[in-house]
């Protein structure tokens, strides 16, 4: 490819609302535009990026025993009325009429899709199982698009679906792409790990996630210092034995906290530990307000309400509805003369507690030395906090750090949830009729673009993986004007695509400063700049990961450029 015919933009400043290295750089290097906000155009180089990326994918998938589709964006709202979700995903789902006034939504995911398909078409347990997938844009009307391609609005995902006669089946082929996706983020160059995660909204039980590292990264990770272990931090839970000290109970008291609002206030206040102080919150789970307690340095874990309840929606109270059930604000609830039918669920730390403080649901006091059981009353203790750094791990082998990760993939074992409720069967060597077994594979195909160039960069700009890189080989004449110059470019130019290698040739008349700058933007694995000795045979080779350069005769070029691109 000649530059001078190449569609590329640069731009020398940093775009201004472009908060992350990837966003900046794949804009600046002309990767991508912004149409509007979470929605971007791929330019010609981040498509060809993101082919690369497409075409890795396809190759484990297909490894795996995966066949490709390619099902509509536009989905019928019966799908969805048909699955439960027209009504449950909420406004993430861009939802649209046709000129006859009937519902469609742009898909948000293909579950619906596939399983009618599969349904319709699968009847006995011969034809199982089946794993289908494809690379198809999305729709998401996220609440924060943010970061670039990390989180649009419109994205490309690789989604997969299989279809199972047995949960045997299922294991086996979930660990068969569990291992696709290990290839895949292996190849693409990232550094990750796959996390225990949370079931969440599909409804379903084993599942992981796929997080490439990084400190801009949305989840955090909780990892054992000392194991294997690792769990999305929604996940992860708490094994630890609170032991009750055997401090003898107190007479419960009313004490004034003038102005004393947070938890580190009211514990400096009144000289007491945070451990001994706990929070008081109301949670809406689904259309119920409930009361959940926990230790005052520790945080609640909102998934951990939600899955005790097995609720769809778990969210906080509005200080209107905190006013309307306990007739306070926010920042002084506690338990004690709280409705007699609000019910109250609290961690497991709370109930080690003795003489505790706690808000008094009035502004300005609480109330010490209070006692689970004799002062106000629990209706279940579980595990409904966050876990900490320095908690010991769940798998009991070392301590808990954290890590910020980008969840580039997510594996899943969804069960029956799809086919039971669209009704997808097949008969079974009995000629009984059973629900199909199914797993969900995702990959943010735009997602895992952006995370590559958010691992490989520096001052000057991109600096891709071979694997994915837009080109191999960038060859730059310094001055196009000297004959010398631009007919040795041509010479290599040619020989390297004879070759078989991708190669961009800089053949614009433009300065040298200008033609470096565009090139460490661009971050292609080697570039060979042909300067003034090229009367002698002899080039400069740079290698963009490690950013040296050594200067080398035309015919060390083929051995050189094998050996950085193996
Ligand atoms: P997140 O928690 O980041 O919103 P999710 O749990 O909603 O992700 P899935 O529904 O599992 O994501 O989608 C599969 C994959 O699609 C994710 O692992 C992620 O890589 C990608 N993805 C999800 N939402 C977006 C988005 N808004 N922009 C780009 N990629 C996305
Ligand atoms: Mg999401």
Redesign the pocket.
Known sequence: MRQSMMFSPTLREVPADAEVKSHQLLLRAGFMRQNASGIYSFLPLGLKVLHNVETIIREEMERAGAMELLMPALQPSELWQESGRWYSYGPELMRMKDRHNREFALGA?HEEVITTLVRDEVKSYKKLPLTLYQIQT?F?D?KR?RFG?????E?L?K?AYSFHASQESLDEIYDRLFQAYSNIFTRCGLNFRAVIADS?AMGGKDTH?FMVLSDIG??TIAYSDTSSYAANIEMAPVAVNYEKSDEAAKEIEKVSTPDQKSIEDVSRFLNLEAAKCFKSMVFKVDDKLVMVLVRGDHEVNDIKVKNLYGAAVVELASPEEVKELMNCTVGSLGPIGAPKDLEIIADYAVEAIVNGCCGANEEGYHYINVNAGRDYTVSQFADLRFIQEGDPSPDGEGAIRFAQGI????VFKLGTRYSEAMGAAYLDENGKTQPMIMGCY???V???VAAIAEQYNDEGGLKWPATVAPFAVHVIPVNVKTDVQREKAEDIYAALKKQGYDVLLDDRQERAGVKFADADLFGIPVRITVGKKAEEGIVEVKNRQTNESQEMRVEELSNYIADILK
């Open positions: 995911t999305k998401r996220e698009p391609l990390l989180r649009g609005r994205f995902m989604d969440g996630e949305e989840d969840e580039v993939g997510h995702g990959i943010g735009s997602r895992t």
